[in-house]
Every structure is written in structure tokens, then in C-alpha cells.
């Protein structure tokens, strides 16, 4: 008798979780990029995209290296205090790691880190459960840039609509979102599909470190305080 091919629920508890070895060679990857790199850099991602940070890692792949990761083992890896720290006040670092953020390993100056962050962004589409930037309000009438087959996925993400001679027709003006709205996973898919990309990915930095100074990047200029 053949196999069933139907999805089996797989426990939580069989999923494969880090092990202590990928969590070590973790913090040995951090500690061994002190060696090669001069300046240490927190920062704070916003609306992440895999793709667009794997583009940042091939771009600056000559002169830096960027860690995402566990935050409690990043800290471990960097020093939480001053007697584990693994450079003069690099400890100071370990309170911005948090949230979703990563450390920055670079050569460069603070100059060109600057100058390349600052163009580090882009428009995406944003997701469930984010907060609507843009409203997204639908006259009634034909749909001509969605096929017919279409018909159903429209209708069951709340869209009151008619096939007329194979055309999709939209029944009645139709608000989607408005700002300030949090995006439910339809909204947010009609978003996608009326190609609004109303979010931005971007990478703040928080802080930097540099022959034994840490100090706080201010998120509204170049000016930076020490770090505490």
C-alpha cells in the first residue's frame, strides 16, 4: 500500500534547535573578527529582508563583517561587563544589543560607514500585524490587472467583487487600510498584490567602539555621546 503524502505534524519538541557547538562557534566567529577589524558597531534593523542583507554582506565583504544572532550570546561574545569584556570598555556595547540587531565588524572609517549606511534602504512591502504608513482606498469598477482565476483569492481577502465576461469587477469603493491601521494578513497581502510597498527596510547604528572608546551614535546626526 503506497505511503500517504499527506503534511505530517512534526512535535516541537523533534524540531532541530542550535547546539551548544553552533552556539560556541558562534561567539569564536565574534571574538576571532576582533582580531581582524578595527571598529565594533551595533545596530537596529527595521523591516528585515534576508535577501537585501545578503546583498550588504557581498558588497562590504572586503573590509567587513556583519553578526546576526542570539542577543545573550552576542553580549556573552563581546564582554556584559567590564571584567569579561574582551577589549577595553567593549562591554559598554552589550546594552544595544537588543531587540532585532546585530554587531558590525569594519575597517572602514567612521566616515565611509557613515556615508554607506546612510544609502542602505529600501521600499518593501509590509507585513501582518505592522502598522499601515499609506491608506489604500479601492474605486468600484473593473479590475483588468487581475486575471479571472484571481477571483477567488480576491474574494476570501474580503473583496466584494463580481466576474463580469471574465472580468473581475470590484462591487463598491473598498478601504483597504488607513494610516495608523494595524495590517491584517489580508490587508497586508492586497497591499502586496496593488504593489504598494509602504515599509522601509534600513539599518540604524546604535553604537561604536574604537581603540578602547565606546560611544553611542546619535540616530538624528553624526554626533556621538559616550556610551554608559
Keep these: 500500500m503506497p505511503k500517504s503524502k499527506r503534511s505530517k505534524i512534526v512535535p516541537l519538541t523533534k524540531t532541530q534547535a542550535k547546539t551548544r557547538d553552533d552556539k560556541d562557534k558562534l561567539m569564536e566567529r565574534i571574538r576571532a573578527a576582533l582580531e581582524d577589524y578595527n571598529d565594533v558597531y551595533t545596530f537596529e534593523l527595521h523591516n528585515i529582508r534576508t535577501n537585501i542583507l545578503q546583498q550588504i554582506r557581498e558588497e562590504r565583504s572586503a573590509d567587513s563583517r556583519l553578526f546576526l544572532g542570539n542577543n545573550k550570546l552576542m553580549r ?14 567593549l562591554h559598554k556595547l552589550a546594552p544595544f544589543l537588543t531587540g532585532l540587531c546585530g554587531l558590525l565588524f569594519t575597517n572602514l572609517s567612521k566616515k ?95 553604537a561604536h567602539w574604537s581603540n578602547g572608546v565606546a560611544k553611542k551614535v546619535s540616530s538624528s546626526s553624526s554626533t556621538k555621546d559616550e556610551a554608559k
Design 76 to 89: 556573552i561574545a563581546i564582554g556584559r561587563d567590564e571584567e569579561s569584556a574582551q577589549k577595553p570598555n
Design 112 to 206: 565611509e560607514v557613515k556615508d554607506y549606511f546612510g544609502t542602505v534602504g529600501a521600499p518593501v512591502y509590509a507585513r501582518t500585524g505592522q502598522t499601515a504608513t499609506e491608506s489604500l482606498v479601492l474605486k468600484a469598477g473593473p479590475l483588468p490587472q487581475f486575471p479571472h482565476s484571481m477571483f477567488d483569492h480576491l474574494a476570501k481577502l474580503g473583496l466584494p467583487i463580481k466576474l463580469d465576461r471574465g472580468v473581475i469587477v470590484l462591487l463598491q469603493d473598498t478601504t483597504v487600510c488607513e494610516p495608523g491601521d494595524t495590517l491584517s494578513a489580508e490587508a497586508a497581502q492586497l497591499l502586496k498584490l496593488f504593489g504598494m510597498q509602504s515599509a522601509e527596510f534600513k539599518i540604524d547604528l546604535t
